[in-house]
């Protein structure tokens, strides 16, 4: 079975500073890797994913991430941010084809951007 | 594209009423949809699986009685959770996949609906 691990509960960053997400996975067999962002009261909004190819990749916002195969990470980073960033964030591992996907969530990230 | 909703977003009910709530695929068919719930401070837990035109695969340790999945439309699943009690409050969430974009492995999450059960 796969899992996730978000190493930090909890981000503070100040306003136009860079910021790293860390998220880890494991798993027996290939995975798909994506971001989410979910605001207060909100469902999740995709920021990016890794299905195959380059390893990094870019996403909505600003964000982007590199899947390293062999430390098995999957890194949100963002060179600089802006209050409207302020939200939780998932990292998230798929496994399975065709008609069957398994998401495995990650405990989340709050990213909490001090003016 | 690719929009996702819920109704209600929130609902307030009795201890021991049942309580549907709907996900639509709006703009897309889903013959794939997921209905995950939420706790305060918690990440998503997925409840089960629902399939358009065959019965929802549940995960461990839901009771598929209590919380009941229909499918019955590429645009449309529901989840009723029967006789509620208090801890069933909760935020639940569902999300779709394209019936047309398999290969994107893509999940469209709904905005999501809060449950409180008084």
């Known amino acids: 079975a796969q899992s996730v691990t978000q190493l930090d509960s909890q981000v503070p960053v100040f306003e136009e500073a860079p910021v790293e997400l860390r998220c880890n996975y494991s798993s027996s067999v290939s995975v798909y890797l994506f971001w989410y962002v979910q605001y207060p009261n909100q469902g999740l909004q995709l920021l990016l994913k890794y299905l195959s190819g380059s390893t990094l990749v870019k996403g909505i916002n600003g964000f982007e991430a590199e899947f390293n195969k062999s430390q098995t990470s999957f890194h949100l980073r963002k060179p600089s941010v802006h209050i409207s960033d302020t939200a939780e964030y998932f990292c998230a591992v798929s496994v399975g084809s065709g008609g069957y996907q398994k998401v495995t969530f990650g405990i989340g990230t709050k990213l909490q951007v001090i003016p | 594209g690719a929009v996702v909703s819920q109704h209600p977003s929130w609902v307030i009910c009795k201890s021991g009423t049942s309580v549907k709530i709907e996900c639509r695929s709006l703009?897309?068919?889903?013959?794939?949809m997921f209905w995950y719930r939420q706790f305060p401070k918690q990440s998503l837990m997925l409840m089960a699986t629902?399939?358009?035109?065959?019965?929802?695969?549940?995960e461990q340790g839901v009771e598929k009685d209590k919380f009941l999945i229909n499918h019955a439309s590429l645009t449309l699943s529901t989840l009723t959770v029967t006789s509620a009690h208090p801890e069933d409050s909760s935020f639940y969430i569902c999300?779709?996949?394209?019936?047309?974009?398999?290969?994107?492995?893509?999940?469209?999450f709904g905005p999501g609906t809060r449950l409180t059960v008084t």
């Open positions: 703009d897309f068919q889903a013959t794939t």
């Open positions: 629902s399939n358009e035109g065959s019965k929802a695969t549940y």
């Open positions: 999300s779709a996949r394209d019936a047309g974009r398999q290969s994107s492995y893509e999940q469209y």
